[in-house]
């Protein structure tokens, strides 16, 4: 990040990415990507409102809510103590004053809320919409929330653009989304103009005033964009590619399944076997059965395994690398 050296012109800040797949790198932002995606956000949302900061702000979408904040002049409330606890996000919503009252969450705490069922979830229902991001909201999470009557609005993005720029489906006005092959590219003026010192890869992903993402997708008649995981979370399992993103739905969507993390471990027969860490009591031979009928033998788990919880790293991102040392033979959980 070299803070000591003079930012690269143009920029406000610099945010480091999680680097949950790979290398941590510095986003470089500039006041109008910052400034483009927080009016594009208020005008999806319904207007400009009082926000609560409940994620870090030194990633990108707890200073967005910074930001939305500071364009509408209000003062957001602040979610105070270690971890995330769903009586102190209730004491957080309590301060906030006037509407439209928005937050943004990751997934893990919004399931902390819907789980605890108490005085959190009675003040997340009080919000106009939460953002929802920063990872996938599986759909089990959405009918959770729609049922418990929580107004939340699933977003994609990343620190390269100025957070989520496509809600709910659909990119936010001013964002222009391309599907190149099955690679989703993004333009607008919430981009990003780089990454700190690595003038290479800045030429390499961002090119004529086009993202390149790390994501596949495809987009439907209606417009709506559909992702469908990382690129490189292709498993390659006896010559089969087997896209770890659809496993990890298909197990999502199991009753009493709460989250999933699919990977690939290397296995003298297959090359690559898939193997799931879950966060279930369910039965493994049932997942797997269930993937079985509803992907075909080559998605099947080879092995499921169980945890209270996966372990993350960043705003709410499963850190795939411990979840693969966790899995791998011989290593205790």
Not at 258 to 263: F, G, H, K, L, Q
């Amino acid at each position: 990040m070299a803070p000591d050296e003079p930012a690269e012109p143009g920029t406000a800040v610099v945010i480091a990415t999680s680097g949950s797949t790979g290398a941590p790198k510095g986003v470089l932002l500039s006041a109008r990507a910052l400034t483009a995606s927080a009016e594009a956000t208020h005008a999806r949302l319904g207007g400009p409102g009082h926000w609560l900061l409940a994620t870090p702000a030194h990633y990108i979408g707890g200073l967005q809510v910074l930001v939305r904040s500071l364009l509408a002049g209000t003062e957001p409330a602040v979610l105070t103590g270690t971890g995330f606890r769903p009586d102190d996000f209730a004491a957080a919503a309590a301060t906030l004053k006037g509407g439209p009252r928005y937050t943004a969450l990751v997934p893990t705490q919004l399931v902390r809320l819907l789980d605890d069922g108490g005085v959190g979830l009675a003040a997340a229902k009080t919000f106009d919409a939460i953002v929802v991001g920063a990872a996938a909201t599986s759909v089990s999470l959405r009918e959770r929330a729609a049922d418990a009557g929580v107004r939340i609005v699933p977003a994609y993005g990343m620190s390269e653009t100025a957070s989520g720029c496509v809600y709910d489906g659909f990119p936010l006005d001013g964002v222009r989304v391309d599907i190149e092959g099955d690679r989703i590219r993004i333009a607008g003026d919430v981009l990003a103009h780089g990454y700190r010192r690595q003038p290479g890869l800045t030429a390499e992903a961002f090119r004529a005033g086009w993202f390149t993402t790390s994501d596949r997708g495809i987009r439907h008649e209606d417009g709506r964009v559909e992702v469908l995981g990382r690129a490189d979370d292709m498993i390659n399992t006896g010559g089969v590619k087997v896209s770890a993103a659809a496993v990890e739905r298909c197990l999502c969507a199991q009753p009493g399944v709460r989250d999933a993390c699919v990977v690939g471990l290397p296995d003298p027969e297959w090359g690559e076997a898939v193997v799931a860490l879950v966060v279930s009591s369910g039965d493994a031979g049932d997942l797997r059965a269930a993937v079985r009928a509803e992907l075909g033998p080559a998605s099947t788990p080879k092995r499921v395994e169980f945890t209270g919880a996966l372990p993350l790293r960043g705003p709410g991102k499963i850190d795939r690398a411990a979840v693969k040392a966790r899995l791998l033979p011989g290593q205790n959980g």
